[in-house]
């Protein structure tokens, strides 16, 4: 079946404590992007990958850290999170190329920084 | 910056109304896409408008999207309970080497 797979799904965790969210994408797409998404807010872009190496800031990058050493592994790094990170992150990727790019979703990790 | 608006942000409705979802966008964009999601689920693709005046339908769900006047519709025809969702658009810019920035979303509820 063609996913993305996010993990933990739920996680708890302290300040300061870093932590990896996982994020692997079955179907060969060059296109991955972190998103969180708050009350109010709507979903906002942490970062993007347009390939294997290639990564680029989004809207809200401070506080995280990407890497993209592989094409189907785009894990998302808290190295000391803040309160303020606590949200719903989505990590989604997308066949980037000159057609439609439909981004496929996973599933959400909520993540809570006491 | 683009920036992409959506409005309204809340929307109730009665089973059997029509209504539409507005969403603007402040910069030139080649694509647009219509995003829904469930409560407590993640977010699955509804439509994506490639060109001026394209006009997509799914059952009770119409899109469209005018270029020029930087504006797309999700028209919803005579509502039921299973549209209740929150719905977000999404413009890309730059070409394909570009991203998406999202609107905050609607969220439509439909009552009996």
């Known amino acids: 079946e063609a996913q993305v797979t996010q993990n933990p799904r739920y996680l708890i965790t302290v300040t300061g404590k870093k932590l990896t969210v996982t994020c692997s994408q079955n179907m060969n797409h060059e296109y991955m992007s972190w998103y969180r998404q708050d009350p109010g807010l709507g979903l906002r872009q942490i970062y993007y990958s347009m390939n294997v190496e290639v990564t680029d800031k989004g809207d809200v990058p401070e506080g995280y850290k990407v890497s993209r050493k592989e094409k189907r592994n785009f894990p998302l790094i808290l190295e000391s999170p803040s309160p303020n990170q606590t949200s719903l992150y989505f990590c989604?990727?997308?066949?980037?190329?000159?057609?439609?790019?439909?981004?496929?979703f996973g599933a959400g990790s909520r993540l809570t920084v006491l | 910056e683009l920036k992409v608006e959506q409005n309204p942000l809340f929307l109730s409705m009665q089973e059997g109304k029509n209504y539409t979802i507005y969403c603007n966008y402040s910069?030139?964009?080649?694509?647009l896409y219509w995003y829904r999601q469930d409560p407590g689920k993640s977010l699955e693709s509804l439509f994506v408008?490639?060109?001026?005046?394209a006009v997509k339908q799914e059952g009770r769900l119409m899109a469209s999207l005018d270029t020029k006047a930087r504006l797309s519709t999700l028209h919803i025809t005579a509502a039921v309970h299973d549209l209740s969702a929150t719905y977000f658009c999404a413009v890309n810019y730059g070409g394909s080497q570009g991203n998406l920035i999202f609107g905050k979303g609607t969220k439509l509820s439909v009552k009996p």
């Open positions: 910069t030139t964009s080649d694509r």
């Open positions: 408008l490639l060109s001026n005046g």
């Open positions: 989604a990727s997308s066949p980037w190329s000159s057609g439609a790019n439909v981004l496929t």
